[in-house]
Structures are given as C-alpha cells and as structure tokens.
C-alpha cells in the first residue's frame, strides 16, 4: 500500500501487528502483540471485571487492529461470560490492511477467522449480537467529542499510541471523561505507567495501581474508579 504509512510487521510471539511509519510507532509490543493484549487487557482488566458485573461492560478507547476486541470475544465464549463491547476508532483500518493480519495459533481457528472478519465487517454505529455472549459496537469518532454516558462501563480499554507520540489522546480532559462513563469500582487499564500519566489519572480521582508489565515492559497501570 504505496500511500499508506502501515507496514505489516511480526512481532515475537510469532503474531503481527502494524509500524506506523510516521509516528515511528507500532500498534502492539514488539515482543509479542498477542502477548501484550492478553496480558493487560483480558488477564488485568476483563478477567477482575468478571468477577464482579454480568454482563461484563468494555469501553476501548482504539480499536485498531481489533485484537483486544478478538481476544475479548473469544474470553466471553470460552467462558459463556456475557460481554458488551464498544470501541471508539478515529482512523478506521483500510480492508486491505486488516486482511492481511494472519495470527498464529491458538488464534487460527476457524473460528476464530470469521470472528475477526465479523469485528471489522461489522457496520459502524450499530449494535449487534455477534455471538451468544458477545454484543459489538463500533464508534467512528474522537474520545474527545464523544457523548459518553455516566457510569456505563465496568472497564476501559485504553490502547491510545503512547503519550509522546499521540499527545492529544493523553490529556486530563479524556480521562475526566472516561472517569465518568466508569461504573463506580470500574477500572481503566492501559500498558502505560509513565509518572506524568499516572499524576493525570490521581488528579481525576483515579486510584492509580502499578502491575507487573508484559514481557519487554517493567510496569503498566490499573486505574480505579473511586
């Protein structure tokens, strides 16, 4: 895709993600994108959420490639947890870009393929029931002038590019707002744990909690709504 700043790179869990050549940024860690999702998002934020909610509620702040929402749909059947799930996209993947992200096992299952297809095939601004478990809404639009609700969500997802490489996304007025669509005891999680951020997220009210990073991170943050 001559026009396009998107290569498509292998990460090293053997699954692929995208290099923006612009912003010199990748979409997921290049020590595995996989890896990296399952380990922020499912295991330290759906996971503790299911414990408490039913339905689970997800707001994803990226949705990006679409492998968090994958690897969230894939949870809420294996585990018949209901989950309705919205993502907010401002710069959708072309067609031809989504397709050719090919994931490696266990991720390459039938299933699992039409899973995916069905996430970025879905129309946007519509709510479906994309599985017996899983409701799916995508929202084309910017977090900064998106009419959230109050107190609608059990977790965020917060998957920006990084602070210094999309600032904008980073600033006290988002996550006021994402402070307000949190359901009381809801969370935000993010692979993020930059000192900076975590002052954001204490000056909104956020009770800031630092986890172990995935592989090739030392930290990364689990923020409460208190």
């Not at 330290?44 to 299911?50: E, H, I, Q, S």
Request: aromatic fraction near 12%; charged fraction near 20%; charge should be negative.
């Amino acid at each position: 895709m001559p026009d396009s700043p998107l290569q498509l790179i292998t990460t090293g869990d053997g699954s692929p993600s995208l290099y923006h050549t612009e912003l010199d940024e990748t979409y997921h860690s290049r020590r595995g994108a996989v890896t990296e999702s399952d380990y922020v998002f499912i295991q330290r934020g759906l996971v503790p959420a299911t414990e408490v909610s039913d339905p689970v509620r997800v707001f994803e702040v990226g949705f990006g490639t679409g492998l968090n929402a994958l690897l969230t749909l894939r949870y809420a059947e294996e585990h018949q947890q209901a989950v309705v799930y919205h993502t907010i996209e401002l710069y959708p993947l072309a067609p031809s870009l989504w397709q050719a992200l090919t994931f490696p096992p266990p991720l390459d299952q039938p299933t699992d393929r039409q899973w995916f297809r069905q996430l970025h095939e879905s129309p946007w601004g519509q709510a479906l029931l994309l599985t017996p478990h899983f409701t799916f809404q995508k929202i084309e639009g910017d977090i900064h002038t998106y009419p959230s609700a109050t107190a609608a969500y059990d977790v965020v997802y917060f998957d920006a590019f990084a602070p210094q490489k999309q600032p904008d996304c980073w600033q006290p007025d988002v996550f006021h707002r994402l402070y307000t669509m949190l359901r009381a005891d809801g969370a935000l999680i993010t692979y993020c744990a930059q000192g900076a951020f975590r002052r954001t997220l204490q000056a909104t009210g956020f009770k800031v909690e630092k986890l172990p990073g995935p592989p090739g991170k030392r930290e990364m943050v689990r923020a409460w709504k208190v």
